[in-house]
């Protein structure tokens, strides 16, 4: 008896907030009240799930101005293309929300793909994940911890329709998941699961499952555990707990994290020595890219790093098709301008 009150005390604890997202949460309470069509006018406020608007609010006024549509594209295109580069167009990630043209400008003169800073910023994940062979056409199935608004998702299932996915995060993210999902992706099936039991098996090709972070019911079997900017907010056994309890089943993770989070003292030690506990880590120390001067004059280099990261599973060969210093989005290596 005293042992099970211990485990649930243990998974209460796993599954509460960190004192970080915790104010986090209650700062995000005003998007529950907004209408499903403004929401991703408001989901980047503070960073929390997303990049702010404004600039890309500014940026599309000025590029959608009469004077200023036969001029140079503005660096936030660039950058994109950069990313691009060598990936086929069936991996590159567009802004699909219905409002894309007050917030994005084209990539091309037939409009197929817009762009702004969450745009660039999922193609730096979307990118990473084809070059290092863990996106294709393959089915496969994804678990995201911390889905953000479900940007990433959206593209994964966009670019692989034959896959499944399923984001794990608080409840109240998930209803805002939902919501815009509903609205801005209709086409994708979402499934939302808050009680103890369910069946991933039975989630059709191309579609979202969305599972409560406190949900404790069968485990979640996946080919890639993605976590893209959460990882480093959460505490030790938090991050433990999504990857060394057995809860979810994974043969690789992608992490795109920095090594600790300033403001949160709860993660006490570097992400990779946690992650390092449970798999092998691409790349090595070694061969991991170095700072450039102007990130080693900062003067938060070991706590601020940001770091791209496969960990193998024990019995899961798997084999890079890039070199570390082809990762995008890492300190040393190729980082967007939205990233600076």
Known sequence: MEHNQQTSSDLRLVSAPSLVWSGWLEDLRFLHVL??????LHVGFGYYLGAPIERDLWVASEYARPTNSQVSPPKIVSDYRDLVTGVPNGFWASEPDPLRERISVPLVESRTYWINTDTVRTQVDISNLYNLGLLGKTARHYVEVGGGYGRLAQAVLNSCPASTYTIVDFPEILDIVR???????????VYTTYEEDYDLTQDEPGSLRLVSNGSRGSALDCDVLINVNSFFEMTDAQVLDYVDSGRICWQQIYSNNRERQPDNEELTFPLTELLSRVGELWPEPAARPKYRVEEASTGLVDENRKLVLVVSRPGHSWSPQ???NQLLG????????VFS
Do not use: V
């Not at 209408?35 to 991703?40: G, I, P, S, T, Y």
């Not at 919501?179 to 099936?189: G, L, V």
């Open 35 to 40: 209408d499903a069509e403004a929401l991703r």
């Open 179 to 189: 919501r815009w999902f509903a609205h801005a992706c209709p086409e994708i099936p």
């Open 322 to 324: 890039i070199q570390p």
């Open 330 to 337: 890492t300190s040393g290596g190729y980082m967007p301008t």
